[in-house]
Each structure stands twice: as C-alpha cells, then as structure tokens.
C-alpha cells in the first residue's frame, strides 16, 4: 500500500502508520453507498425523520426509539389525547405516523404549537413524553416551567434567502459572535437586532467572518450553548429560525461568512427537554454507563459508532448548511471526542505516543473524518475548525491525505501565553524568543487560526486583556478629557501590540471576540442564582465606541487598520514567513510576512533611534501602520511620512537592512516598494 501523504511530509509518524490506516472510512463509506443510498441522501435524514409537511398538506411523523414499545403523536393539534395518534414502529426501531390534512386541505398541525412523542416503554407502566429529537423550534415559558417544550414550525410564508452565500474566503478574520449578548442594555437581543446593530460594526471593521456562538437550543443561558437539548433547533430566546436565516443573509449581502459554533462532543443530560434518556434506556443516543457521561462536564457523551446517531450527528450538519445557509462550523470539544480520557487529568508534551493507542477514541475520530469528508464533498465552499488543544497530528490535514479533515485549529496557546504574561510577570521579564515560539509553534500544512483572547477568556473568574492591563483605571481615565495616565498609556499600548503580533505571526487565519476590539472592560457573566440574575455582565457596551469622548474609539480603528492590512496586503495566507531578530536585552522581535516588514519594540522604556533592521527587499521602505499614531491614541514619535532607504548589507540573515527610530512600546509595518 502506498504511504499515507501525512507520513511523507512528517516521518516521525511512520511508527504510527497502522494506527493511521485504522482510521480510513472504507467500511463506513462502504455501508452508506450500499445500504443508504450514498452520502447526500443518508445526510439527509431530517427529510425523513421529525416532521414533514408534503405537498398536499399531510404530515409525516417519523422519530427512532428503538426501547419503546408502543409511541404516541400528542400535542395540542389533537388536545393531547394520549391515545387518538397511534405509530407504527418498524424492524429498525423507527416509529411513524401519517397525518391526513384537514377536510378543507390544510395541514392538520397548526403552525407554532406544542407537540411530543408519548412512549410506552419494557421499564415502566407509566408513559414517558419527549420532545421529538428532530424538532426544529422549542421554547420556554418560565412563568409555567423551566423545561422548554417542542414546537411544530411550518410557518406560511418561510423565508426566502435573498443572496448568494460568499466565496470561501482565502484568509479567515473571525468575528467570535454571541447574538444574546451583543447588546449594551441589560437583557437578551435578537437575531433581528443583531443583524440590524452588530453586522454594520463588523462589516466596517473588515472581518470577513462571524462565528455565531449558542445558536442550537440550551435551556441554560450561562452553559454559553455548550449544554444542547434540542440540535436541530435555533435558541428561541433570541428569535425565530425566519430571524436567524434573515440575519444569516445579511451578512452574505455584506460578503461575509458565517459559521456555526456546533456542539457534537457532548450533549445535555436533561430528559424531559433533551436527548438523554429519549427511549428510557440511557443508551438510546449515547454510551451505556459510565462511558456515556462526562463528569466535568456533567453531561452526556455520543455513541459515535451507531448508526442511527451517525445519521442524526451528520443530518444535523447539512441541515444547518442546507437550511440555514451557514458556510461552515466551528467543532467544539475535539479535545474531548479525540481522546477516550477526554483530556481530564491528562497533560500533552507533544509527544507522538499521546497521541496514538488505546486511549484515542477510533469511533468519534470517524465521526470527525466523516463529518469533514462528506460536508466538504457535498458543500466544498465550506470551512471547518477544530478547538483542540491536544495537538493531535494530522487533525487539519485531508481524510485523502490521512487526517482528520479540518481546515483550521484553533492556535489555543496563545490566549494562555499572553494572560499568563499578563498575570505572572513584570513587562521588563517578558522572553522574546518564547513569545514568538508560542506565536509560531504550528505544524506545517496544518493551519491555525490565532488569537489573543476569545470568549474563554472573558468569563467570570478571568479578565479581558484590557482589564487586566488597565484595571480599575478605566473606570476614571478612558476619557480624553482625563490625564493619560501611565498604566491607560502603557495598556492601550500593549493592547495594540499583543494583536498585531499575534495577527502578524499567530496563523493563518485570526479570531476576536465580540467588543474585545475596542477593549472591552470587566468580565463575561450570565444571569444566574448567585449573580441575582443580573445582565450587567452579560451584554457588550458597544456605546463605548460611539461616545467620542472616550478612548475605545481609538483600539477599535487601530482594530480595523489591521484587518485591512490582511485584506490589501494578503498577510494570513503568505507562506513566507521569517523571524529576523528576537532581541531580548532590547525587547525587539522584526519578522517578514507576507510582503511586509514588521518590528515591534516592547521596551517599557527604551525608545532606539537608527535601529537596524534586516529586510529581504532592496529599495525604499514606507510605513503602512504604526501603532504610535495620533488616531490610535499614541504619541505620534514617529512621521508615518519618513522614508527608509535600504543598505545592500547583510544583517540578521537578510540581504539588506534599513535603519528605523523605534520608540517603546510601538509597533511599526512598513512595506518595500516594488
């Protein structure tokens, strides 16, 4: 057989060759051609499953319950009579009704009312009901129950998608987006409003991407959407799924990219409003036992090997693509499904032993394979990342070449080096040959998105970056009317710097979370018993920026300068990348990306005039973004009009050098001109 491509470009993984064939999908793919009718329509299995209205206005009910022994279609279509919609359940498992439509031909479910499956089961006397698994709306009435209740949704006029999804863009600039909490006022916003108040702000900073975080249905607000009971269905709480396919076309209007945030590692273990318990067996969707529940989590794990939960799991991502028009998912949880240990109580050196063996979980990394195979067979513009931070081999390489299938992992050291920089030592003691192994420690041809800081940052318990750099001063000092005083100079400097450097050198793609922009203040956190459910910390002040007294404004402009460095100069997706210099007396890294010269000084104190920088190009040098410009709040030390002259000199190993006045904290980019 001939040698996987993954073991050609990294031959420290031949050792590993047998385990790597272990994970081709020839049987997987072999029994879904035969058996299913091939990939598209086993990836279809929503059309078949839940519920479907025909054209003549029946309605089909079709849910998999193999424990049960008798089901039952109630709702208030039929004032819940228990026993007036009988289903017949077939040899897999699979209960089904046909609903006549009404004798003056309309369909007999009314549009957004209640319904459930009501199941007799082998355990009990007693029935148990259940959201039906496929349900496409549920909400909650907190006034009657905090258990949310599933939705018949068959709206007369669906929405109809007004534009073409956007080409899959060649570098990824990430708007980390939470719909509920992107709002200055103290409640829960819309889809509606999202699309209305936030698309504009993220279209004109020059992102070119939004990752919408807690879209599938979780009845607890503070999970951040990392507890779903209801997988095929967009969260109420913001709006309808009409709003959500709205907003989603908004944003392709705007030549954006939307992604999903998609929970498969794990699943709620709610009963009455999940998936858990949906037969009365505990081992319907999951592992029996112990097996199937993630204690730290304190939820429930997928049998990744069956298969009626492979059609559930790859259903639920066509439909998101299909129906919803998003143009990829952002997995969260790989760490998790990778590994049998789930990556608790397991440190990873980057060894490749931990990486292979009995403690990979071969079922879900099929799973991941598939799921990455088949979308991007069926829907090829799309991108996928991974939130891993084991450092698996091969996760972002092709199932063809012998990977997992991703297009992108998240680079999750990054955000730990910074806060940890941030937190434990004095900016006199920060090392410049770590800072740029941790931006630069990636494996080749697997791509990585960088970033600063994200979401996980922000919780309670931790702080934003700004927070951490500027504290309770910005509470005081965030005004233009106050005194710059050192610790706001020193944080919206540093601030500015630690986001070019990690856009600079991070990855291939870049990733910010809502407000963190503009230096968001303070902390993330929902309303919640010991909070007395309050929504101070749970929205984003984006009238910050809009007050022009105050300073955000200037980090939020320095925010979009560096986004259109990438989109004019194609910064992310330039392979060349070149450390020249990492200084650590003078506190100065210069590296080349792309067509541009970057050079960073983080001196807290030390300014250099004629510093001599090594260049790969001859000729004359021209500065495209300075973080000490006026605009950004800096002190304008240097004239972004200043010309520098290449010497045809070897220096740091590069063929030339220019002379530069680098002040402290500041960060120059200059480009050659051709």
Not at 127 to 143: C, G, H, K, N, V
Not at 178 to 193: D, F, M, W
Not at 468 to 491: A, H, V
């Amino acid at each position: 057989m001939n040698k996987l491509r993954v073991v050609e470009d990294d031959p420290y993984l031949a050792p590993y060759s047998e385990a790597l064939l272990q994970r081709l999908l020839g049987d997987w793919m072999a029994k879904i051609e035969g058996s299913e009718g091939g990939i598209d329509a086993f990836t279809r299995g929503y059309e078949r499953l839940g519920f479907r209205v025909r054209d003549d206005n029946t309605v089909s009910y079709r849910e998999w319950a193999p424990n049960a022994t008798a089901a039952f279609l109630v709702g208030d279509f039929n004032s819940w009579d228990r026993n007036s919609h009988p289903m017949a359940k077939n040899e897999f498992g699979v209960f089904e009704i046909i609903v006549p439509a009404t004798t003056a031909g309309k369909c007999p479910i009314p549009h957004n009312s209640k319904v459930k499956i009501s199941m007799i089961t082998p355990q009990s006397a007693e029935r148990i009901e259940r959201i039906p698994a496929y349900i496409r709306y549920a909400t909650q009435d907190l006034s009657v129950s905090p258990m949310y209740e599933g939705v018949f949704w068959n709206p007369e006029q669906p929405y109809v998608f007004q534009h073409a999804q956007p080409t899959r863009p060649k570098t990824l600039r990430i708007y980390e987006s939470h719909v509920g909490i992107s709002s200055p006022e103290g409640r829960v916003a819309s889809y509606t409003y999202f699309k209305e108040n936030v698309l504009p702000r993220i279209a004109y900073l020059g992102y070119n991407t939004i990752q919408l975080m807690a879209v599938m249905e979780h009845p607890y607000y503070a999970s951040f959407g990392y507890q779903v009971t209801n997988f095929f269905a967009p969260t109420s709480r913001c709006g309808t799924p009409e709003e959500l396919k709205a907003l989603i076309d908004q944003a392709h209007c705007m030549g954006v990219t939307v992604l999903l945030d998609v929970v498969h590692s794990h699943c709620s273990k709610n009963v009455l409003d999940g998936l858990n318990e949906f037969d009365g067996t505990d081992h319907c969707y999951f592992h029996e036992g112990p097996r199937g529940k993630h204690e730290l989590w304190d939820s429930r794990l997928f049998n990744y090997g069956h298969h009626e939960v492979m059609r559930f799991l790859l259903s639920n991502l066509r439909y998101w693509l299909r129906e919803f028009k998003f143009d990829g998912f952002r997995f969260d949880g790989v760490t998790s499904m990778l590994y049998t240990h789930h990556g608790m109580g397991t440190g990873f050196s980057g060894g490749y032993q931990e990486y292979f063996g009995p403690q990979v979980d071969l079922d879900s990394v099929t799973y991941l394979m598939l799921a990455n195979d088949i979308m991007h067979k069926l829907h090829p513009h799309i991108v996928t990342i991974a939130e891993d931070v084991s450092g698996m081999p091969t996760l972002c390489r092709s199932v063809e070449d012998g990977g997992i299938g991703f297009d992108y992992r998240l680079a999750m050291s990054i955000p730990d080096m910074w806060i940890k920089l941030l937190k434990e030592k004095r900016d006199d003691e920060w090392e410049m040959g770590h800072l740029v192994h941790t931006l630069t420690n990636r494996r080749w041809k697997e791509p990585a998105v960088g970033y600063a800081e994200s979401h996980d940052q922000a919780l309670v318990g931790d702080k934003t970056i700004a927070f951490w750099l500027m504290d309770k001063e910005m509470y005081d000092y965030m005004s233009d009317l106050s005194p710059l005083t050192p610790i706001i100079d020193r944080g919206l400097a540093l601030h500015k710097m630690i986001r070019l450097i990690t856009f600079g050198l991070g990855g291939e793609g870049y990733l910010n979370f809502l407000g963190n922009e503009f230096g968001h203040p303070e902390w993330l956190d929902f309303p919640r018993a010991g909070n007395g459910s309050s929504f101070h910390y749970a929205r984003r002040q984006y009238n910050l920026i809009d007050d022009q007294l105050l300073r955000y404004k200037y980090l939020n402009e320095f925010d979009r300068a560096m986004q259109h460095l990438d989109s004019e100069y194609g910064i992310l997706d330039a392979a060349d990348q070149f450390v020249s210099l990492k200084h650590e007396g003078d506190k100065v890294i210069v590296f080349e990306r792309g067509n541009l010269l970057w050079i960073f000084n983080f001196h807290p104190t030390n300014s250099y005039t004629d510093y001599r920088v090594g260049t790969k190009w001859a000729g004359l040098h021209r500065i495209v973004l300075n973080s000490d410009d006026k605009q950004f709040c800096g002190h304008a030390r240097v004239d972004n009009n200043s010309k520098h002259f290449s010497t045809n000199m070897g220096w740091n190993g590069r063929d030339n050098f220019i002379q530069v006045y680098i002040p402290s904290r500041t960060a120059l980019v200059l480009r050659a001109d051709k």
